[in-house]
């Protein structure tokens, strides 16, 4: 074998080995391991008065499930979770430790599925986490595990705004 093809395996096998990582707040490998297997990711960066979004999908037998994070600066941060914050309605729940002001509730999942969100800060950046899932009762997403697992996943990306 030549020194120059023993040196393009030796070089390019790490940049096999890693996970994809195009959002800048969770990777590919801990949102899969949240969905429940192989997740894949879509991300947008921000531009003028949109939000940068991360969009993680998993499909599985008969299920689909999704994390979607959305981070936007904005100018009055606290103003701004205000209004972020009336997606949640009445039931939202404080979060001791992640970010600023952070608050989790169920969310409005349009489809028969379940769902839980996550709205918070962290300095001048607004954030919004959803996980759902599509089946109503899902064994892997149960209420519990929906609460516990979007938890993670605030932790991780109110983190990584630090």
């Known amino acids: 074998m030549s020194k120059g093809l023993v040196a393009l395996c030796l070089l390019g096998l790490p940049a096999l080995c890693h996970a994809k990582n195009?959002?800048?707040?969770?990777?590919?490998?801990t949102t899969g391991g949240l969905l429940g297997g192989t997740a894949v990711n879509e991300f947008t960066d921000a531009t003028a008065g949109q939000s940068a979004v991360c969009k993680f999908t998993y499909d599985g037998p008969g299920v689909t499930r999704t994390l979607v994070v959305t981070v936007e600066v904005a100018a009055a941060p606290k103003e701004r979770l205000a209004v972020v914050a009336r997606t949640c309605g009445s039931d939202a729940v404080p979060l001791q430790a992640i970010g600023n002001e952070a608050q989790v509730c169920t969310a409005d999942i349009k489809k028969a599925g379940s769902g839980e969100r996550v709205v918070g800060r962290v300095r001048d950046q607004v954030f919004t986490i959803t996980l759902s899932s599509t089946m109503k009762n899902d064994s892997l997403l149960t209420r519990d595990e929906l609460r516990s697992r979007i938890y993670t996943a605030a932790e991780?990306?109110?983190?990584n705004l630090f």
Do not use: K
């Not at 195009?22 to 490998?29: D, K, L």
């Open 22 to 29: 195009n959002c800048p707040w969770i990777n590919e490998a």
């Open 156 to 159: 991780q990306v109110a983190g």
